[in-house]
Structures are given as structure tokens and as C-alpha cells.
């Protein structure tokens, strides 16, 4: 099996939407080390049990995590794979700015002017002449 590294768009807006959420962002913390179960998740949060499903279900559409039955529970686990696919996108954005600073820096370095450059004499030198 092969998997797809490159996040589609629709996979993008997903994955950000979900994680946009405090409470999301700490769902997905919280199941990263081990599954748990929706009962014990929503314990935690200071609202209701369906609130914290509907949580639950955005993590699970984006990808982000990964739910199963197991007798009357669902137990939720983060899922690595897109964990990964979606570090893999910001480390693009990241060099695609780090290589934009780094073209911004050489052009800034090459275009400084030298002070006793013939075309741009200095500025406080006395006038000659008079």
C-alpha cells in the first residue's frame, strides 16, 4: 500500500477547519498516546455529551482521527497518517517562506550601497569649491 502524501484541497480545508477548534486541538492531543473512549473524552469539557461527539465526528471527517466500535463504546485514536500528511504541507510552506527570506536577504546584501562608492558620495562631506 502506497501511501498519498500530498493533502488535496478539500483534504487541506479539513484538516485546518478541524483543528481551528481549542477543543479539537486537544481531542487530537489527548488520543495521540492512547485511545480513548467518546465517554471519557467528554468528561473533560464543560459541555454535552453530544457536543463533544459532533467534535469528534469533524476530527474523524478531516481524517485526523479514527473511530471504531467497540461494544456499546467508541473508542477514538489519532491517526498519524494525516498527522503526517498535513506536517508535510506546513514544512513546504515553511521552506517555500524560508526560501523567499533567504532571496529578500541576498537581494538586500547585494543592493547596500558602499560609502566611498564614486556614485554615492557621502552625505555630511563639506561642500568644495567655495
Same mark, same amino acid.
Given at each position: ?13 479539513? /484538516? ?16 495521540? #498516546? ?17 457536543? /463533544?461527539?459532533?467534535?469528534?465526528? /469533524? ?16 473508542? /477514538?485514536?489519532? #491517526? ?43 552625505? #555630511? ?6
Amino acid at each position: 500500500m502506497v501511501a498519498q502524501l500530498e493533502l488535496s484541497e478539500a483534504e487541506t480545508d479539513r /484538516v485546518f477547519h478541524a483543528l481551528a477548534t481549542a477543543t479539537r486541538r486537544d481531542i487530537l492531543r489527548r488520543t495521540i #498516546n492512547e485511545e480513548q473512549s467518546v465517554s471519557t473524552l467528554a468528561v473533560d469539557y464543560d459541555m454535552s455529551f453530544a457536543a /463533544v461527539q459532533k467534535h469528534v465526528a /469533524v476530527l474523524e471527517a478531516a481524517g485526523l482521527i479514527i473511530k471504531r466500535a467497540e461494544g456499546r463504546e467508541r473508542l /477514538v485514536r489519532a #491517526n498519524p497518517e494525516m498527522i503526517a500528511r498535513a506536517r508535510a504541507l506546513l514544512a513546504r510552506y515553511e521552506e517555500l517562506w524560508r526560501a523567499r527570506i533567504s532571496r529578500l536577504d541576498d537581494l538586500l546584501s547585494s543592493e547596500s550601497p558602499h560609502r566611498d562608492s564614486p556614485n554615492n558620495p557621502p552625505q #555630511n562631506s563639506p561642500k568644495r569649491g567655495k
